[in-house]
């Protein structure tokens, strides 16, 4: 069966994948980039398998990872899949609750009746915080309201509705604009031809292990940080939407594969789901 995930959490497997064993040999785009090194080539080509062929890129790059007994730091529910593609819960928030020192000194065993409680009422959490909150602490016996982190839920993330043809044009102008760059004058090229490929080293003014040009290090870094931010990012995050709509725009994914890595079904969804299947029952049966 196909299920919906969210952007995050397709993200989330690229950071799973050890990209040295990713094939360079695929296109990455049909018209060359050619200031992309290696481990962006790795990371894009990542990308684009992942949407095109997830069964392939699960069996090949992802290794399923027990859940560490020792991580009692913060408790939090495991990533969901959806059944429905509009589901609430693809645009809520995710809240991770830190476990209180007064639960962890207690032991194994009331950490685990605290995780079993919060489990047991993430609903609550996901749509009531505050009281789920309060009650937590009456629970518990808890004096302070424990410490809580959310994180902003990605959906199925359109950034712009943009179709193939708009991603491509964007994608060339862009491509176009980064050679007219470099092509400006001797100074965006020589600096290009020697750093443009790790221009990322401007974001730590880090200096170039070799420099054979006559340009000192700020220099070079004004020009690689005014190349990184204007094109070649903006060029990378566009073949990622470009792979995106193209192969599976609805981020659609095999469920049991999914499960394989950790992922439930989404509770929300699988109400609505027997809910709606209650429904159709009781027109049936109705009606005979």
């Not at 491509?168 to 750093?195: G, P, Q, R, T, V």
Request: aromatic share 14%.
């Amino acid at each position: 069966m196909k299920v919906y995930i969210t952007s995050s959490n397709a993200k989330r497997f690229i950071n799973q994948v050890s990209l040295i064993d990713i094939d360079k040999t695929e296109e990455i785009y049909k018209i060359e980039f050619r200031w992309f090194n290696s481990y962006e080539i790795k990371d894009l080509l990542a990308f684009k398998l992942l949407y095109k062929n997830p069964e392939d890129f699960f069996k090949k790059y992802i290794k399923v990872k027990p859940i560490s007994k020792n991580d009692n730091s913060f408790v939090g529910t495991k990533p969901a899949y959806h059944n429905i593609q509009n589901c609430e819960k693809l645009l809520s928030n995710f809240i991770k609750i830190k476990i209180p020192n007064k639960i962890l000194v207690q032991g194994d065993k009331k950490i685990n009746e605290f995780k079993v409680w919060d489990k047991d009422n993430s609903y609550l959490k996901s749509n009531q915080l505050d009281l789920f909150l309060n009650m937590m602490k009456k629970q518990f016996n808890l004096i302070e309201t424990p410490e809580i982190e959310e994180f902003k839920n990605s959906g199925v993330e359109k950034k712009e509705d943009l179709n193939l043809n708009d991603l491509e044009i964007k994608i060339e102008s862009l491509i176009n604009d980064a050679n007219n760059f470099y092509k400006k004058n001797s100074k965006n090229k020589i600096i290009l031809d020697h750093f443009g490929v790790n221009s990322f080293i401007w974001k730590a003014e880090k200096e170039p292990y070799v420099n054979n040009t006559q340009y000192s290090n700020s220099e070079i870094w004004e020009i690689l940080k005014e190349f990184d931010l204007n094109y070649k990012i903006h060029i990378s995050e566009l073949l990622k939407e470009y792979y995106k709509v193209k192969y599976n725009p609805e981020l659609k994914f095999e469920g049991q594969l999914l499960e394989q890595l950790g992922f439930v079904p989404c509770w929300t969804c699988h109400k609505r789901d027997s809910d709606i299947d209650f429904l159709r029952s009781f027109i049936k049966n109705k009606n005979k």
